[in-house]
């Protein structure tokens, strides 16, 4: 089983400033993946970006990457040069197999405030 | 090409009564989820599919939940004799057998509120 913890209930940044949220998780398979979901009030979960556990190379994706340090359990998403779109819940995520195959443990989520 | 959909986006109910939530995974993905969100709270594992084999149903929170997954395609989410602690936001998800099962791709999710 994994555990994925988000110490972080809300945060708020700057228009075109950067920002980044914490997340750290602990499992017991060596093989596993971690997500940044974003859910704006919508409901639709989004997929932000993606980080394989055997890969060093950090995740990078436009604006958002990943800061993936894996003997420390921790998985930050940084948002560059914000955007007032980027205001969303977003949830951290693990991938696992073992007894936990098939199921995306979540995080309690970080409200993102983008303030113009 | 279409993404998850879900149905009905809301839904209002009584206590006591029994519903149904749909799901219609993305064409070609073997991999079916459901999982609960609450007010202000992360998502919760409820059940998975995956083609043709049983499906995983450890995440089920009493035995007033079950799902069907007919003919490898669309799903069902009953919860039968619904109770106010029900009230949540139920999301399905997909994703592909290969080449990254691990992703999951999310419907916009169906809001029951039971009153």
């Known amino acids: 089983a994994q555990t994925v913890t988000q110490s972080q209930p809300e945060m708020s940044v700057q228009e075109a400033e950067t920002v980044t949220l914490s997340c750290t998780y602990d499992?017991?398979?060596?093989?596993?993946?971690l997500f940044w979901y974003k859910q704006p009030p919508s409901r639709q979960m989004i997929l932000v970006i993606r980080q394989e556990a055997y890969k060093q190379q950090n995740a990078t994706e436009n604006r958002f990457s990943v800061n993936f340090q894996k003997a420390a359990k921790s998985f930050s998403l940084k948002i560059s040069d914000s955007q007032l779109g980027d205001a969303a819940m977003y949830f951290c995520a693990c991938y696992a197999g073992g007894t936990s195959y098939g199921k995306l443990t979540f995080g309690q989520g970080t409200i993102l405030t983008v303030h113009p | 090409g279409a993404g998850v959909s879900q149905s009905p986006s809301n839904k209002v109910t009584e206590k006591g009564k029994d519903v149904e939530l749909r799901c219609d995974p993305i064409s070609g993905h073997t991999a079916l989820y459901w999982y609960r969100q609450s007010l202000g709270q992360g998502l919760e594992f409820l059940i998975y599919f995956q083609g043709n084999s049983a499906p995983d149903k450890s995440g089920l929170p009493s035995d007033r939940f079950s799902a069907e997954r007919t003919g490898g395609s669309v799903s069902t989410l009953t919860i039968q004799r619904t109770q106010q602690e029900d009230s949540a936001v139920y999301l399905c998800?997909?994703?592909?057998?290969?080449?990254?099962?691990?992703?999951?791709?999310f419907g916009p999710g169906t809001r029951l509120l039971v009153l």
């Open positions: 499992t017991s398979e060596s093989d596993y993946y």
């Open positions: 998800a997909s994703s592909p057998l290969r080449p990254a099962q691990e992703t999951q791709y």
